[in-house]
């Protein structure tokens, strides 16, 4: 027997309730961004590269400047999508992403003729700058969905681009074995399908606030923390341990499991909203409605907010020079423009302390096999904390943004204060691989993971709360520009010179010459001694300059950030009122 037709039509209402609810498009990010780990896999298939085509070192890190190059510019993508609808943003990066990563698969398994090398570097760029096409549009529509719970949806949603490397090589492994060339294919198509099976889905969409909001948060980071437990538990055990094929695809069906069980939580939560509305719908005709979801139809007052809200402020509809007022920025917390933004004194401190800090935990991470080779440390072991620094990272992105939201909330305590707390920890860090204290490379690599995720959540979220979210997606990837730079100053110009130096100075002490084209190797603490005291020196730099900016903004920190969110709540449905913040009402 099937099921009554009125329960078919049920189930038919609710799952299109579902796929058009605020809760199912956060899922949707969740899925797309933990499928955008591919500049995280550089490691496993650049020796494909260099193998297939004939490069040298010195051209295949050409290659990987030109790939963290795409990944952390995302300006494009930020300009992009402040004019073009997100669908058409991910469209976008979904053709750049198949088109750079088919281009490099085909030409390493040589169904094309050979190309030269400013081609490649073109191709991994558009490949690796795809990325910031889907990360600009899902942190921009959830951050602009969840307004008041930023902190927590910026460091949930970085912890999964943090977990993607990890996700992604599960599954290559369960499809491919260890055919490192077909990765270059699954990380060409895999983004791009699940971008289009998602593309409907990601939008802005009018903000309702909702008492039980903080749970669900904590619901999904539950199932994300047995995720991340898994990977490290497996990521662990296959450096160990030599693996089937069918042990490789057992891992990755739990995997998938794990992260679809979101779903669940999401399902349960939007199943509630929709028995209520049913039960406004179709209840006694003396009951007053409430605004309960997402997908109810909106009030006249919450459809023309922002309209009323852009008439509220004189001058706003005259057509003046975007250059008149840059040295003129609105107070903190409101709407600036791009360039009032840019050129305030708020935005170049976080800019420069953004460089010493994210670019001196990222120089450390980059140089990690390096690092533990040169310290005598087992093969077995650089290859376990290696691939757990993306566990590290991940453990850091949730952990800054679900306590600095609610240390905001319970005590008013300011993100740069937190910020700073992060860079000085991460100090220690460097501190440890400068002086090579045994065995304490575990520690460090954990640290400098922790720290990396740590900083960024928060810098979002400042951004954010300084400069508003008109120009949100231009202005984080702004803010996110100073990583390369960073990177190149202190892995390029610092650790890499000062390697190549110590290396010389141990060839001549052994009495050797170097050959032409031969790798220098540096052995001991002397490697990245100098390195890391100049990297900690400047991320100290870093820490006094985030502290001048909680000086600058503690004020504006002491107040009511999300106080415009609430009244637009109220505005929306006067009969509602407001709901009582419940990041004070944590569990104990």
Not at 119 to 128: N, S, T, V
Not at 133 to 138: G, H, L, M, P, R
Not at 482 to 502: C, I, K, Q, T
Request: net charge positive; with cysteine.
């Amino acid at each position: 027997m099937g099921l009554p037709a009125n329960k078919l039509r049920g189930i038919g209402n609710y799952a299109i309730h579902l796929v058009g609810s605020r809760w199912f498009m956060f899922f949707a990010t969740i899925i797309i961004l933990a499928m955008s780990g591919a500049t995280y896999m550089f490691g496993i298939y650049s020796g494909d590269i260099k193998q297939s085509l004939g490069y040298d070192q010195t051209t295949l890190n050409l290659i990987g400047f030109f790939k963290d190059l795409g990944a952390n510019v995302g300006i494009i993508s930020g300009l992009v999508n402040e004019v073009a609808p997100p669908w058409l943003v991910l469209s976008l990066g979904a053709a750049m992403n198949f088109f750079g990563y088919f281009m490099i698969w085909l030409a390493v398994t040589g169904r094309v003729a050979h190309i030269p090398v400013w081609q490649m570097c073109l191709y991994i760029f558009l490949g690796a700058n795809s990325q910031t096409f889907s990360n600009t549009v899902a942190l921009v529509s959830c951050v602009k969905n969840f307004p008041e719970s930023r902190g927590i949806v910026i460091g949930l949603l970085k912890g999964f681009v943090g977990l993607s490397g990890a996700i992604i090589t599960q599954l290559y492994r369960a499809f491919y074995g260890h055919d490192s060339k077909s990765l270059i294919l699954l990380i060409g198509w895999l983004p791009v399908a699940v971008s289009f099976a998602f593309i409907v889905t990601i939008r802005v969409m009018p903000v309702v606030r909702q008492a039980r909001e903080l749970k669900i948060f904590y619901n999904l980071l539950y199932v994300s923390l047995s995720l991340a437990g898994f990977l490290m538990i497996i990521i662990i055990a296959q450096n160990w341990l030599s693996f089937t094929r069918l042990e490789y695809g057992a891992s990755a069906a739990i995997v998938i499991a794990l992260l679809f069980a979101h779903l669940i939580v999401v399902s349960v939560e939007e199943f509630k909203i929709w028995k209520k509305k049913r039960r406004i719908e179709f209840g006694p005709t003396s009951h007053v409605p409430v605004v309960t979801s997402e997908n109810s139809t909106p009030s006249p007052d919450e459809s023309t907010w922002a309209e009323t809200e852009a008439s509220s402020s004189p001058g706003k509809h005259k057509q003046v020079s975007c250059f008149s007022n840059v040295f003129r920025p609105p107070e903190r917390g409101e709407d600036h423009t791009i360039l009032q933004a840019i050129f305030t004194i708020d935005m170049l401190m976080l800019f420069a302390t953004t460089t010493f800090g994210v670019g001196g935990t990222l120089t450390a991470i980059d140089n990690l096999g390096q690092i533990g080779k040169s310290l005598g440390y087992p093969t077995k072991s650089i290859a376990t904390f290696v691939s757990l620094v993306s566990i590290w990272g991940y453990l850091g992105r949730v952990a800054a943004g679900f306590a600095s939201e609610i240390f905001l909330a319970r005590y008013k305590f300011p993100r740069p204060l937190m910020l700073t707390i992060v860079l000085l920890v991460s100090c220690s860090g460097h501190l440890l691989i400068a002086f090579g204290v045994p065995n304490s490379l575990y520690v460090a690599s954990l640290i400098e993971g922790f720290c990396f995720g740590a900083q960024w959540p928060l810098i979002f979220a400042i951004i954010s709360e300084l400069f508003g979210l008109k120009y949100y997606s231009t202005l984080i990837n702004l803010g996110a520009g100073a990583s390369p730079f960073g990177n190149y100053l202190f892995n390029v110009r610092v650790a890499g010179h000062l390697y190549d130096v110590e290396a010389e100075k141990q060839l001549v002490k052994r009495g050797m010459i170097r050959k032409k084209g031969e790798d220098l190797t540096c052995d001991g603490v002397k490697c990245y001694q100098l390195s890391f005291l100049i990297i900690t020196a400047a991320t100290f730099l870093g820490c006094v300059l985030s502290l001048f900016l909680y000086l600058r903004t503690r004020k504006f920190y002491r107040g009511d950030i999300y106080r415009r969110f609430k009244e637009k709540d109220q505005a929306a449905d006067p009969r509602i009122a407001s709901v009582t913040n419940d990041y004070t009402q944590l569990p104990n």
